[in-house]
């Protein structure tokens, strides 16, 4: 482990990034969203496409309903591509998306991360998560997240026809929206008694995450060290952010649309971690 931390730099990427690591979450693709889809697309093969390593941390669709399910196949050629193209795809899955199986990774080329993984960033051990197993607090959520990974759940619900089973998934988008809109922000967001015993029992003092769609780097006090966690954001048809791991060092980057003045531009407003 190096003797200091990863530290956010504000310097340009180039044309070329063979030893970048990029980490994204919660895009919610989704067929209704088709300037996103776009982005998104448009960012794999401009920035993407030649880097290390895509770490994608869930919730890439907003809803997946099987591996049979063609849908997304524009996005599914893309990833194919990238990775073909040599760049290291690696997918964990998100609360949206957890039916994603292994035919999507071998049409992809991705390769399926358990939640959570460790992995080494220059020579630093950093836990990568989704982020939903750490909100505790909203106990309801967490019931039901485990019976939908129920291995036999998830079986029956894959013997259902592939009309139904989009019906099944468009009924709980709606009934989710409405839960949401019931629930406190700290019901929602990371327990930090949660966050310390995950850090702790994996051994690590940085870790990377999304799903609460709150985008920030938190200092914390781990076992009288400091430690860091870093919230990956959420993406919409107006641009998104990419977190970059490079040469010891970490630096979120804005993804905007080809159009706009500030596509490419990184963010500076990322504090400083020392």
């Given at each position: 482990?190096?003797?200091?931390?990863?530290?956010?730099?504000?310097?340009?990427?180039?044309a070329?990034?063979?030893?970048?690591?990029?980490?994204?979450?919660?895009?919610?693709?989704?067929?209704?969203?088709?300037?996103l889809?776009?982005?998104?697309?448009?960012?794999?093969?401009?920035?993407?496409?030649?880097?290390?390593?895509?770490?994608?941390?869930?919730?890439?669709?907003?809803?997946?309903?099987?591996?049979?399910?063609?849908t997304?196949?524009?996005?599914?050629?893309?990833?194919?591509?990238?990775?073909?193209?040599?760049?290291?795809?690696l997918?964990?899955?998100?609360?949206?998306?957890?039916?994603?199986?292994?035919?999507?990774?071998?049409?992809?080329?991705?390769?399926?991360?358990?939640?959570?993984?460790?992995?080494?960033?220059?020579?630093?051990?950093?836990?990568?998560?989704?982020?939903d197993?750490?909100?505790?607090?909203?106990?309801?959520?967490?019931?039901?997240?485990?019976?939908?990974?129920?291995?036999?759940?998830?079986?029956?619900?894959?013997?259902?026809?592939?009309?139904?089973?989009?019906?099944?998934?468009?009924?709980?988008?709606?009934r989710?929206?409405?839960?949401?809109?019931?629930?406190?922000?700290?019901?929602?967001?990371?327990?930090?008694?949660?966050?310390?015993?995950?850090?702790?029992?994996?051994?690590?003092?940085?870790?990377?995450?999304?799903?609460?769609?709150?985008?920030?780097?938190?200092?914390?006090?781990?076992?009288?060290?400091?430690?860091?966690?870093?919230?990956?954001?959420?993406?919409?048809?107006?641009?998104?952010?990419?977190?970059?791991?490079?040469?010891?060092?970490?630096?979120?980057?804005?993804?905007?649309?080809?159009?706009?003045?500030?596509?490419?531009?990184?963010?500076?407003?990322?504090?400083?971690?020392?």
């Open positions: 482990m190096p003797s200091e931390p990863l530290r956010p730099s504000g310097a340009a990427h180039s070329s990034h063979p030893d970048e690591r990029l980490f994204i979450a919660d895009l919610h693709l989704s067929p209704e969203r088709e300037r889809t776009a982005l998104f697309l448009e960012w794999l093969q401009a920035r993407a496409a030649g880097s290390a390593a895509l770490y994608i941390l869930g919730d890439l669709f907003d809803a997946w309903v099987g591996d049979d399910d063609d997304y196949h524009q996005v599914e050629s893309a990833l194919a591509a990238v990775a073909a193209a040599g760049t290291r795809c997918f964990m899955h998100g609360n949206r998306d957890f039916l994603v199986g292994r035919r999507f990774a071998r049409r992809t080329g991705c390769q399926r991360l358990r939640d959570p993984t460790r992995i080494d960033l220059g020579g630093e051990p950093v836990l990568l998560m989704h982020g197993l750490l909100c505790t607090d909203d106990v309801a959520y967490q019931r039901f997240r485990q019976r939908v990974r129920n291995p036999l759940v998830q079986w029956l619900f894959r013997r259902q026809p592939l009309a139904k089973r989009r019906r099944i998934a468009a009924e709980y988008r709606q989710s929206a409405a839960a949401m809109a019931e629930k406190t922000d700290a019901i929602m967001d990371v327990n930090a008694d949660a966050v310390q015993r995950l850090m702790q029992a994996h051994g690590v003092r940085r870790l990377i995450h999304g799903h609460t769609h709150r985008p920030a780097d938190h200092e914390l006090r781990l076992d009288g060290a400091v430690a860091y966690r870093h919230v990956l954001a959420d993406w919409s048809a107006d641009g998104g952010e990419v977190l970059v791991a490079a040469n010891g060092s970490l630096r979120r980057e804005a993804v905007c649309p080809t159009q706009s003045p500030a596509a490419g531009d990184d963010l500076s407003a990322m504090p400083t971690l020392e």
